[in-house]
């Protein structure tokens, strides 16, 4: 028997076995975890994504799983812990989500071409239009969507985190998107009143517990910074506003560049004696020789030679809605675009103003355009 149990102690198959489950364990214990990889850019997408149609719209959407017995799983019941967002001047890092918002009449392949170019993630941005219920609108909502479809079912760095179309409940109190006829002064009440019906109604029903910044963008904005989020972003201010110059042909049919949004201004002596003999019903504009303010206006102000400092940045008082990013928890707050005379302020202007009643202050880049 001694001899027997001596054996067993000294047979190489046993050796060998015993070798390859050491090896084998310390295999095990030493090989990296596949948790340990960083999540692919899909694997993002799926882990944020939203498992019911009640779920916020900005993020999005992925169909539910039916039960074996074919029903739908009950929504689920999630928690938002608003204090822990972040809006920082460096949001790339705290992967801050942007919404960027659109009024959106006409579709200019432009205006897409530009948020295609912008370097931000596109995974942290959502998308939302809203497009008034007319021929032209129309025609822009089925632009949006063929150029839409193309983008989200392209190179998944381009495409979109969600993306919300919505149709107008109300009529366009002018018809006609002609310049001429959209600037006209006697126009301005009933079109900018609209505007910020339009504006409410998109933001009230796109901003998400999860965004951080919302970026109000022109629909005929064409041409910004790759980096205009970031840009902005990094001033860490509640509200900024960046000039908005348009490109044209001068009297010498050289190209070149002339203001375009007068409603980024500091306020003056003159308009407030002016808004003090007003009605109650009466607004102050702005680019009107018929009205004049003497309000610093941004747009006069700006240094456009080369060497420039875009980073200069300035209080104001009334701003537009060209470009202009605000941090999502000022809109929370109630901060929004007043429909009516607001201190005899309307639309971005109003907003401004209902913001700094809130305590939020609005400030601009004058020489970023």
């Known amino acids: 028997m001694s001899m027997s149990r001596s054996l067993r102690r000294t047979n190489p198959i046993t050796i060998v076995l015993a070798a390859l489950l050491a090896f084998g364990f310390l295999f095990f214990l030493l090989s990296p975890s596949s ?25 999005p959407f992925r169909k539910q799983i039916q039960k ?7 929504p689920p019941v999630v928690h938002y812990h608003l204090n822990n967002l972040t809006t920082s001047s460096d949001p790339l ?18 205006y897409w071409e530009n948020l295609l170019q912008l370097s931000y993630p596109h995974e942290l941005i959502a998308l939302g239009f809203i497009i008034p219920k007319t021929r032209e609108g129309n025609a822009a909502t089925a632009a949006l969507q063929a150029a ?25 109190p002018i018809q006609s998107q002609d310049e001429t006829e959209r600037h006209k002064m006697e126009n301005q009440k009933a079109r900018r009143s609209s505007m910020s019906r339009a504006r409410n109604s998109l ?36 509200i900024i506003v960046p000039n908005c110059y348009q490109r044209y042909l001068n009297d010498k049919k050289e190209p070149d560049v002339r203001p375009y949004d007068y409603n980024s201004w500091q306020e003056s002596t003159t308009a407030q004696n002016i808004a003090s003999k007003m009605g109650p019903d009466e607004i102050l504009l702005e680019g009107y020789a018929d009205m004049a303010t003497y309000r610093t206006l941004m747009a006069h102000i700006a240094d456009i030679s080369e060497g420039r400092d875009q ?42 103003k209902m913001a700094r009643r809130l305590g939020w202050h609005s400030w601009g880049l004058p020489n970023y355009l």
Do not use: C
């Open 203 to 238: 933001l009230f029903t796109t901003l998400g517990p999860s965004t951080a910044w919302v970026l109000w963008l022109d629909s005929d904005i064409v041409e910004t910074p790759p980096t205009l989020i970031q840009d902005l972003a990094s001033h860490d201010k509640p």
């Open 93 to 110: 890092s705290g992967r801050e989500t942007v919404l960027i918002l659109t009024p959106l009449a006409r579709f200019y392949n432009g």
């Open 35 to 59: 948790s340990d990889k960083p999540p692919s850019l899909a694997q993002q997408k799926h882990s944020s994504a939203a498992s019911n149609p009640l779920s916020p719209p900005t993020s």
């Open 68 to 74: 074996s017995n074919g029903q739908r799983t009950p």
């Open 311 to 352: 980073t200069n940045v300035i209080p104001l008082d009334g701003v537009g809605g060209t470009a202009l990013l605000v941090k999502a928890e000022v809109h929370r707050d109630g901060a929004m675009f007043p429909p009516f005379p607001f201190y005899h302020l309307i639309e971005t202007e109003g907003f401004a």
């Open 148 to 172: 839409i479809a193309k983008t989200q079912s392209g190179p998944e760095k381009k495409r979109f985190a969600s993306i919300t179309i919505e149709r107008q409940d109300f009529d366009p």
